[in-house]
């Protein structure tokens, strides 16, 4: 199954998985980051597709629309997001149904969205953790694939509980994504 990967930031997600093993086709960034040289570390190629923008003129669909041109370059079969900031539109998952991951730092269906781990915080839950998910184009609402809880400290910041999530998270996407491949398939 060939695998490429999204990436915008340090690329520990993606250092885990090639360290595992996992042959990468392609990395894609959408901005400059840890990731290319991760991916560069390990002899996999690199290519930035920068937004051109962060406001509300945002064209996602042009912007989806040309990452999946890149990612048919390669034939993948597979896509990782792995960290990757950018919210994408219909045209990946319609090229890629059910074949988009991502990973999420909570239990969801349990806080969705970007602020996560200060939500679970704010909410003063005992238990946290860490998803593996298909992503679609409703933000963390796909088929969950697999989970794993992480406790909440009495004395934890969001980033003391979030470091600790980022810990188990690694592990288990890097399992659940090398078991999809050795499979063939979800």
Known sequence: ?????????????????????????RVLVDRPCGA??????HGVAAELVPRDRYDGAFDRVAYTED??????????????MAGFGTILAKPLFDRW????????????PSFPG???VADALDYGVKITGCTV????EEVDAGPILAQAAVEVRPDDTVESLHQRIKVV????????VLDIVTRGSL
């Open 36 to 41: 290319t040289a991760v991916a560069q570390r």
């Open 67 to 80: 990452l999946v041109d890149r990612l048919d370059a390669v034939d993948a079969e597979l896509v990782v």
């Open 1 to 25: 199954m060939r695998v490429a990967v999204l990436a915008s930031g340090s690329g520990t997600i993606l250092d885990a998985m090639l360290d595992a093993g996992l042959i990468v086709e």
């Open 114 to 116: 970007w602020h996560a």
């Open 169 to 176: 998270e690694r592990h288990l996407y890097v399992r659940t």
């Open 133 to 136: 998910h298909v992503a679609t």
């Open 97 to 108: 149904p059910g074949r988009v991951l991502n990973t999420h730092p909570a239990l969801l």
